[in-house]
T-cell receptor
Framework: DAGVIQSPRHEVTEMGQEVTLRCKLI?????LFWYRQTMMRGLELLIY????????DSGMPEDRFSAKMPNASFSTLKIQPSEPRDSAVYFC?????????FGPGTRLLVL | EDQVTQSPEALRLQEGESSSLNCSYT??????LFWYRQDPGKGPEFLFT???AGEEKEKERLKATLTKKESFLHITAPKPEDSATYLC??????????????FGQGTTLQVKP
């Protein structure tokens, strides 16, 4: 099993640009979680989906952030427009039973 | 408010020097407590899930225990390859929670040869 796949692994962009992060779940898992990790705030849940339906998006910082799950195995997290304070590592995780399995993350730097 | 606090923030050990990491939590009905290991530049790697007070889980040199207020991750005779950040997370119970984890800030462990 390839595990959770995220792309790109690194992204450098300028303030105001649109950023799209991608995540492919582990086959057979039906829940997907998007997290953001910073030194100051640690790991924070942004949004999660169950069977392609968004369940809790209370962690999404503001309207600039949006997430979609167009099918059972794939999700995107979009930031538009991006700001320097969005710089962080973004992880997605897929869940089997009660356990979440994390991807390798996307390191985002907004200049 | 559900909260997780880990201590110490950082821990330096000599190879073979056993120690414990602490995870204190307040949560409205514990559904599960999770331990993860995170290496630099990588995503958290699942280690253990504990569900009820008194439960213990072991994997190689690691042993996790759970009480009603805290969990310990005991590291016996650590090796340099055990160096990593160890994260603790809790999932609250109740019908309103369908998987959300609340993470602590982590303990960064360094094991010197």
């Amino acid at each position: 099993d390839a595990g959770v796949i995220q792309s790109p692994r690194h992204e450098v962009t300028e303030m105001g640009q649109e950023v799209t992060l991608r995540c492919k779940l582990i086959s057979g898992h039906n829940s997907l979680f998007w997290y953001r990790q910073t030194m100051m705030r640690g790991l924070e849940l942004l949004i999660y989906f169950n069977n392609n339906v968004p369940i809790d998006d209370s962690g999404m910082p503001e309207d600039r952030f949006s997430a979609k799950m167009p099918n059972a195995s794939f999700s995107t997290l979009k930031i538009q427009p991006s700001e320097p304070r969005d710089s962080a590592v973004y992880f997605c995780a897929s869940r089997q039973a009660e356990t979440q399995y994390f991807g390798p993350g996307t390191r985002l730097l907004v200049l | 408010e559900d909260q997780v606090t880990q201590s110490p923030e950082a821990l330096r050990l000599q190879e073979g020097e056993s120690s414990s990491l602490n995870c204190s939590y307040t949560v409205s009905g514990l559904r599960g407590l999770f331990w993860y290991r995170q290496d630099p530049g990588k995503g958290p790697e699942f280690l253990f899930t504990l569900y009820s007070a008194g439960e213990e889980k072991e994997k190689e040199r690691l042993k996790a225990t759970l009480t009603k207020k805290e969990s310990f991750l005991h590291i016996t005779a650590p090796k340099p390859e055990d160096s990593a950040t160890y994260l603790c997370a809790v999932q609250a119970g109740g019908s309103s929670n369908t998987g959300k984890l609340i993470f602590g800030q982590g303990t960064t462990l360094q094991v010197k040869p």
